[in-house]
């Protein structure tokens, strides 16, 4: 009997309805260093598939291109050639991708934190108005080179010493001053994973569904913010799609093992179209 880790937001008391049981990891997180060329997209994979589909799943790729148990690694897929093809087609319509920009999510936060009122829907299906803002705005923090300086902004406890950075953040932008000093300051501010799991919780929960989240240990994922995250993606009657999450270890868990090896195959090969979620957190898609 695997346990699950401590943490996340267990459900509270029976889920009615209907609903679908999901476990999920990512590839590419790197906290709020977002801004690395190498390493510029984050994946968050998440599957369907019950405990003995997944020992069956493992076992199948480790039968059939010889991998040793130590071996089952994203890259020793992908160096397979074969493999991981294999496994993504394994998986069609029992596995959902979402991939996210990170620099296009840098942009999107300016766009939620300074040009609109910002909550966890934010960077979802929920906000799609705010696309286009976003995608307007692209060119020129490109050009101007925006980033580093609005996650300086963004991070930053002491305003006080930001004062001349806010002042160019306003000028270079265009955005009033005043919002740009009123920036609030928070790590979650820049947590991509945030909007990942929200999409991917809105994706699984399509036809009414409520979606309970089994997760691979994950700092970002703390229980006050999935507790907004649900009150976020309520509907008008109250009910959330994020019936609850529960961490678990992906070592000791075969559901987040597979999650695991598709979100690293997603990042570092070329993701099977037919696993991408519908709304993917990149810019020009």
Same mark, same amino acid.
């Given at each position: 009997m695997r346990t699950p880790m401590?943490?996340?937001l267990p459900p509270v008391g029976a889920?009615?309805?209907?609903?679908?049981?999901?476990?999920? =990891?990512?590839?590419?997180?790197?906290?709020?260093?977002?801004? =690395?060329?190498?390493?510029?997209?984050?994946?968050?994979?998440?599957?369907?598939?019950?405990?003995?589909?997944?020992d069956e799943l493992i076992g199948a790729l480790r039968s059939r291109f010889r991998f040793s148990p130590h071996e089952l690694k994203s890259g020793r897929l992908l160096r397979a050639g074969v493999a991981a093809g294999w496994f993504q087609q394994a998986l069609r319509g029992r596995a959902l991708v979402q991939v996210v920009d990170k620099e296009f999510f840098l942009v999107t936060r300016i766009a939620d934190l300074l040009l609109a009122e910002p909550s966890y829907a934010t960077g979802t299906r929920l906000t799609l108005d705010r696309r286009a803002d976003a995608?307007?705005?692209?060119?020129?923090?490109?050009? &101007?080179?925006?980033?580093?300086?609005?996650?300086?902004?963004?991070?930053? &406890?002491?305003?006080?010493?930001?004062?001349?950075?806010?002042?160019?953040?306003?000028?270079?932008?265009?955005?009033?001053?005043?919002?740009?000093?009123?920036?609030?300051?928070?790590r979650e501010n820049l947590e991509p994973l945030?909007?990942?799991?929200?999409?991917?919780?809105?994706?699984?929960?399509?036809?009414?569904?409520?979606?309970?989240?089994?997760? =691979?240990?994950?700092?970002?994922?703390?229980? =006050?913010?999935?507790?907004r995250l649900q009150l976020a993606l309520a509907g008008d009657d109250g009910v959330s799609p994020l019936a609850g999450l529960v961490m678990a270890d992906s070592r000791d868990d075969p559901r987040v093992q597979v999650a695991d090896l598709l979100a690293g195959v997603a990042r570092?090969?070329?993701?099977?179209?037919?696993?991408?979620?519908?709304?993917?957190?990149?810019?020009?898609?």
């Open positions: 401590q943490g996340g889920v009615a309805g209907p609903v679908v049981r999901i476990a999920c =990891d990512e590839s590419g997180f790197s906290g709020t260093n977002l801004l =690395d060329p190498a390493d510029p997209v984050i994946t968050h994979a998440s599957v369907d598939l019950s405990e003995a589909e997944s995608v307007a705005l692209l060119p020129a923090v490109r050009e &101007k080179g925006l980033l580093p300086l609005f996650v300086e902004l963004a991070r930053t &406890k002491h305003r006080r010493a930001t004062r001349a950075d806010v002042d160019r953040f306003a000028e270079l932008s265009g955005i009033a001053r005043e919002r740009v000093e009123a920036l609030p300051v928070s945030l909007p990942a799991l929200a999409e991917t919780v809105l994706s699984w929960s399509e036809g009414g569904r409520r979606v309970l989240v089994t997760h =691979d240990e994950q700092s970002a994922l703390t229980a =006050d913010r999935l507790t570092r090969g070329t993701l099977d179209p037919a696993l991408l979620a519908p709304y993917p957190l990149v810019s020009g898609v």
